[in-house]
């Protein structure tokens, strides 16, 4: 493969358009993770209305058109990891419309927890292996629902502070 075609990544103007927002998602995680709660950051990041994807951007078109950018990112020096990669695919997903759901879980390792995320779009797993997530105790999700209602649950006060779980996997 030439050097052209790796560098290619989009190749339309709907493409290009989600390459310039996965971007701009990446250069504003890094801060967003270390000053703001994990709550705040999926509720930034929950578009406030969802745009039906134009036939050229399936799920699996979005997913790995995220996943190169996180390449990409990390051969300057961006350290990804399940957090980053789920808060990506989890907006984008979500901005096209999909039923997105970002968990939390964490194992203990040591004397530290080590945590672990992963998505789930429609109840079933998306782009993660059931042997990584069977390994984490599950903590919460966002968005949350109300049992009582669907609806996005007013309870935030039992969403824990993760900026000092490791989320490496």
Request: hydrophobic residues 40%.
């Amino acid at each position: 493969m030439s050097i052209s075609n790796k560098l290619r990544v989009a190749m339309n103007p709907a493409e290009l358009f989600l390459v310039a927002r996965i971007t701009a998602v990446l250069l504003i995680l890094p801060a967003s993770l270390k000053l703001l709660s994990i709550n705040r950051i999926t509720r930034m990041l929950t578009p406030r209305r969802r745009r039906t994807p134009p036939e050229q951007l399936s799920p699996e078109r979005i997913t790995y058109l995220c996943l190169r950018a996180l390449t990409l990112f990390g051969r300057i020096s961006y350290r990804s990891s399940c957090l980053r990669r789920c808060l990506l695919l989890f907006h984008c997903l979500r901005y096209y419309g999909k039923p997105v759901v970002i968990h939390f879980g964490v194992k203990p390792s040591g004397e530290d927890l080590v945590g672990h995320c992963w998505l789930t779009v429609d109840g079933a797993l998306y782009h993660d292996r059931i042997e990584m997530v069977s390994q984490f105790t599950h903590m919460f999700s966002l968005p949350s629902r109300s049992p009582v209602t669907g609806g996005p649950s007013e309870e935030r006060s039992t969403i824990p502070d993760l900026r000092t779980v490791s989320f490496d996997a």
